[in-house]
């Protein structure tokens, strides 16, 4: 199997967290960029408040939130557009989505899917190469041609690879800022 990426981890970890979609609708309520502390999360919601917490934690340990803390409250927003990470234009294109598109979080969980495991990477990566055959995917991954197939598969009905030709395979070129900024991460 080729060697991974140190980036690899953080991406299908933090595509995890994205992949869940009452986490994505934290995520949306706090697009505005209002801050909300647990309890108001929980109640808007409604999640119970012990959920509502370890999920505004998991969001905060990938990034995506910033925590800001008064004695025994805590409030989560979204991680501010001046603090640069690798997961900014991420913060960013979801920011923008739940704005300004209706049912974006269905989209956005579609779109992290795409992500949540390495071997997804791994493909997508060795597809940044170019046009591959499943059997040069195989022998550039050592993923077998059974996970292979099934890999592929998901990445491509999330619009991030397509078929080329009658047994080839190749990156897609994704037009919206979510998957496009998914796809920069990968280093494909």
């Known amino acids: 199997m080729s060697t991974a990426s140190p980036l690899q981890p953080t991406l299908w970890r933090s595509c995890r967290v994205l992949a869940n979609r009452r986490r994505l609708r ?3 309520l706090l697009a505005d960029d209002s801050e909300l502390t647990v309890s108001a999360v929980a109640q808007q919601l409604p999640l119970p408040l012990p959920v509502a917490s370890q999920y505004l934690r998991a969001l905060e ?7 800001h803390r008064r004695g025994r409250h ?7 557009q001046r603090k640069p990470t ?4 991420v913060v960013d294109a979801l920011r923008d989505g739940f704005r300004h598109h209706p049912g974006f979080a269905e989209q956005a969980f579609r779109w992290a899917t795409a992500f949540t ?4 990477i791994a493909l ?3 597809l940044g190469t170019g046009h591959q055959t ?11 041609r059974f996970a292979l197939a099934r890999h592929l598969a998901k990445l491509a009905a999330r619009g991030f690879v397509r078929r080329r030709g009658e047994r080839g395979w190749a990156l897609a070129t ?6 496009r900024a998914l796809a920069c991460l990968t280093g494909g």
Do not use: D, K, W
């Open 26 to 28: 934290i995520l949306e």
């Open 61 to 67: 340990a990938r990034g995506f939130l910033q925590a």
């Open 74 to 80: 805590v409030s989560y927003r979204l991680s501010p």
């Open 86 to 89: 690798r997961l900014q234009p």
């Open 117 to 120: 495991h390495p071997r997804r």
């Open 124 to 126: 997508y990566r060795a």
């Open 134 to 144: 499943p059997e040069r995917l195989h022998a550039a991954t050592g993923i077998s």
């Open 174 to 179: 994704p037009q919206e800022a979510l998957p």
